[in-house]
């Protein structure tokens, strides 16, 4: 299954080639690297309206060129939603619009029936799927390990009309923070989750996606309520697949039946006969 990033009159992926995607945010083009993108370019002549390229260093991180320089930050709308857009020292640009292809998906399990939905949303970054979920009327708890980054979701949900919206903001480890909320017996109907291959917490606490994710699914479980909604697992990892992802969550599937959909992520742009892959998902919903 292949599920495609929406766009809006704010977003577009232009191409991808050459170990990089090009996309537009509002008015200003930017190209940062993309390593499957392993074919060249279809749209050749685009690539030189790049107001800024992300370049990549061997240590890591990366530095930013600028053939004209955008404003330090700019508004862009998608949807009802509003997010602030900018170019960070990581070549981020404060949203991840490879996620849009779930936010139809996220709105509709968490209205479904009428009933109160709790969402716990981890790794949560800007905000965008607490803010969609809020949107939605879930009560949302989002959980980054980075202080100006849930800074920065605050600043999303206020822009949104969602100042006092039921989120629960929390700087914490993810995995401390979920071991925590299962000795306080803390339950949760939905939980989205979109784990990086390394990150930190806020006391330095390592995660590796290989060693922590075993341990942070099996704290997850028992967190689900007795009217468990849906679980939303997203991964950009090398190596990881559908088939992996979707037996990560088998124990969903055993403990409260439902279903799961697994597949890839990928941009779309209907000039380009390529499409560009972008992560993997599973997600379980209880709904048969
Ligand atoms: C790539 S972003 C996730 C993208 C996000 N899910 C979205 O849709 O916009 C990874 C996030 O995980 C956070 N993070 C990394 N390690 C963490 C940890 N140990 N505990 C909490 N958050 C962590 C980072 O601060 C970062 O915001």
Known sequence: ????????????????????????FGGHVFNRPSPVAL?????????????????RSNTGGGDWSFTHKPPPQWPMKWDDLTFTIKPTGFGHMGLFPEHTCHWDWVSRQVS???QPCRVLHLFAYTGAMTLLAAKAGADVCHVDAVPDINDWARRNAEASGLKT???????????KFVAREGRRQRQYDAIIFDPPSYGKGPEGEKWILEEHLLKLLDLLLPLMSDRPRFVLFTCHTLGFSPPLMKNLLVPW?????????????????????RVLPTGFFARWSGAE
């Not at 074919?39 to 370049?55: C, D, I, N, Q, V």
């Not at 599937?253 to 006969?273: Q, R």
């Open 253 to 273: 599937l055993e403990k409260f039946g439902g279903k799961i959909e697994a597949g890839t992520m990928v941009m779309k742009n209907s000039h380009c006969k």
């Open 112 to 114: 479904a029936g009428g």
């Open 39 to 55: 074919w060249r370019p279809e749209r050749p002549e685009l690539w030189k309206t790049a107001a800024g390229t992300y370049h």
């Open 1 to 24: 299954m292949e599920l495609a990033a929406r766009t809006t009159s704010d977003y577009e992926f232009l191409d991808a080639g050459d170990g990089c995607r090009l996309e537009r």
């Open 165 to 175: 919206a039921p989120i629960r903001w929390i700087t914490d480890d993810v995995l």
